[in-house]
Nanobody, 117 residues
């Protein structure tokens, strides 16, 4: 019922920037905790950044200072601004929504980010 659609992925050169977007089809988006995960080729999925319904943020050590997560409750969207990209950022990026009341997670289909020269 709750659907998440990622967009904004693509091919960029090292040092470049991308902004990922995630649109969420839920009338109660504002109370979800949101996150961005990624899965590099041949590796397991990992948390990149998270933002709670109250606006508190958390980042993986590998992206601190380079990535910024934000949300727009009016647009029911969450964003990931990625700067100073390097080849190790190459992965499929997934949007995640957590509904704490039901202990439930919802996932998007993912968007490919490739950093290569």
């Amino acid at each position: 019922q709750v659907q998440l659609v990622e967009s904004g992925g693509g091919l960029v050169q090292p040092g470049g920037s991308l902004r990922l977007s995630c649109a969420v089809s839920s009338s109660i988006f504002s109370i979800y905790d949101m996150g961005w995960y990624r899965q590099p080729p041949g590796k397991e999925r990992e948390l990149v950044a998270a933002i709670t319904s109250g606006g508190s943020t958390n980042y993986a050590d590998s992206v601190k200072g380079r990535f910024t997560i934000s949300r727009d409750n009016a647009k029911k969207a969450v964003y990931l601004q990625m700067n100073s990209l390097n080849t190790e950022d190459t992965a499929v990026y997934y949007c995640n929504a957590r509904y704490r009341l039901l202990s439930r997670h919802y996932w998007g289909q993912g968007t490919q980010v490739t950093v290569s020269s």
